[in-house]
T-cell receptor, first 110, second 118 residues
Framework: DQQVKQNSPSLSVQEGRISILNCDYT??????FLWYKKYPAEGPTFLIS?????DKNEDGRFTVFLNKSAKHLSLHIVPSQPGDSAVYFC?????????FGTGTSLTVIP | ETGVTQTPRHLVMGMTNKKSLKCEQH?????MYWYKQSAKKPLELMFV???????ENNSVPSRFSPECPNSSHLFLHLHTLQPEDSALYLC?????????????????FGEGSWLTVV
């Protein structure tokens, strides 16, 4: 039973425009939400997170939005840069448990 | 550099071999994890150790055997693997939270060990 879904396996965006990556979940038990970025042949690296008591967290070009009623998480990257091309995973956390989405492959076109 | 180091980065082994993957974390965390990533599949949790005690084993076949001698080191012993076990094996660590804790937890991954079973 997949608790976390990233319904878009891939996304292409022009350099300088906004990239929006989405993540949906089914269970309300999670209290912390994270985004990770992964290049080929490397492990995922932590990008940004948000607590369940907030609806927005911003860090430079990256903003994470949380809509608890819709059980929806999104990551906005603006402006997008070619170096942002990677696979992005959302992750949901409760205690020591982490549940990961299947990933969205972002390509930023120069 | 994430503070989690995995060796070897690449491993090719036959089905009758015995090998081990090693992980070391320099972050002072007290929870460590093994994940498996196969092509086009979500990350699969294999094992979780918290304070050196195994707290979760997601029905992983016995040909995978974890060992956590202390809070900084984690091993994955491999024996009589199958070709379908070929994948990227990721070690990770987190600070860990106790029961009832409300603090968010962030997990940090190593670079991964690419395993090919021939």
């Amino acid at each position: 039973d997949q608790q976390v879904k990233q319904n878009s396996p891939s996304l292409s965006v022009q350099e300088g425009r906004i990239s929006i990556l989405n993540c949906d979940y089914t269970n309300s038990m999670f209290d912390y939400f994270l985004w990770y970025k992964k290049y080929p042949a490397e492990g995922p690296t932590f990008l940004i997170s948000i607590s369940s008591i907030k609806d927005k967290n911003e860090d430079g070009r990256f903003t994470v939005f949380l809509n608890k009623s819709a059980k929806h998480l999104s990551l906005h990257i603006v402006p997008s840069q070619p170096g942002d091309s990677a696979v992005y995973f959302c992750a949901l956390n409760t205690g020591n448990q982490f549940y990961f989405g299947t990933g969205t492959s972002l390509t930023v076109i120069p | 550099e994430t503070g989690v180091t995995q060796t070897p980065r690449h491993l090719v082994m036959g089905m009758t071999n015995k090998k081990s993957l090693k992980c070391e974390q320099h972050l002072g965390h007290n929870a460590m994890y093994w994940y498996k990533q196969s092509a086009k599949k979500p990350l699969e949790l294999m094992f979780v150790y918290s304070l050196e005690e195994r707290v979760e084993n997601n029905s992983v076949p016995s040909r995978f055997s974890p060992e956590c001698p202390n809070s900084s080191h984690l091993f994955l012993h491999l024996h009589t693997l199958q070709p379908e076990d070929s994948a990227l094996y990721l070690c990770a660590s987190s600070q860990g939270v106790g029961t009832g804790g409300r603090t968010g937890n962030t997990i940090y991954f190593g670079e991964g060990s690419w395993l090919t079973v021939v």
